[in-house]
């Protein structure tokens, strides 16, 4: 069964820090990646996938890549702002049932003005 | 479009109430996925429909747990009897027919006492 780590599980960073998220998965057999930001109380909003096919993808000041023969995914955010402060979190979509997510458990994200 | 909706945001009930949640996927969204969200365990997937057929409902938990999907506008989550290990967010999730991007509703709040 895949499993998805994510380290660290909190960070807290001083405002205009560029920080760097990481997601490693067991199976490499996956179909894509996809990252996103859980506010508290709130749903889960997309960031950013990444089809397996692909090394990276960007969105404004997030960039995510991958390296599917390591396992590893990591979220780049640039010059990071208060209302970055949220969990994030990776999942993975096997290959053979694109239909199951797996998700880590989440990096807790803390961006003190 | 609304997003996915879910009702209600809150739900309070005691052990052995049955819990009725409900879910409006996005139109034209042919898969619907629900989720349950613990400190403990993260988010785990409960089961998902393609085209109001369930496919997959290993995640259920136990025979307490019951999900149906009378249309493509409209899916419940049922728990019957209610108990107190049951207190979770819970999240509906939509997707266009593929390996495309899920989308979230805000999730219900269980709390069972």
């Known amino acids: 069964k895949q499993e998805v780590t994510q380290i660290p599980a909190a960070l807290s960073v001083p405002e205009g820090e560029n920080l760097v998220l990481n997601c490693s998965f067991t199976?490499?057999?996956?179909?894509?990646l996809q990252w996103f930001r859980q506010d508290p109380g709130k749903g889960l909003t997309s960031l950013l996938l990444?089809?397996?096919?692909?090394r990276e993808q960007t969105s404004g000041r997030l960039n995510a890549s991958l390296d599917k023969s390591s396992g590893r995914s990591t979220l780049y955010i640039a010059a990071s702002q208060p209302g970055d402060s949220a969990t994030y979190l990776c999942?993975?979509?096997?290959?053979?049932?694109?239909?199951?997510?797996?998700f880590g458990s989440g990096t807790k994200l803390n961006v003190k003005p | 479009d609304a997003g996915v909706i879910q009702s209600p945001r809150h739900e309070v009930t005691e052990m052995g109430q049955e819990v009725t949640l409900r879910c409006k996927p996005i139109?034209?969204?042919?898969?619907l996925f629900w989720y349950r969200q613990t400190m403990m365990r993260g988010l785990e997937l409960l089961i998902y429909?393609?085209?109001?057929?369930?496919?997959?409902d290993s995640g259920m938990p136990e025979d307490r747990f019951s999900a149906k999907m009378p249309n493509a506008s409209f899916s419940t989550l049922k728990i019957q009897p209610s108990e107190p290990r049951d207190s979770a967010v819970y999240f509906c999730?939509?997707?266009?027919?593929?390996?495309?991007?899920?989308?979230f509703g805000p999730g219900t709040r269980l709390t069972v006492t």
């Open positions: 999730a939509s997707r266009e027919q593929g390996a495309g991007e899920q989308y």
């Open positions: 199976d490499s057999a996956i179909y894509n």
């Open positions: 990444i089809q397996s096919s692909q």
């Open positions: 999942a993975v979509r096997p290959r053979d049932n694109f239909n199951k997510f797996y």
């Open positions: 139109s034209g969204h042919n898969s």
């Open positions: 429909f393609n085209n109001n057929v369930p496919i997959d």
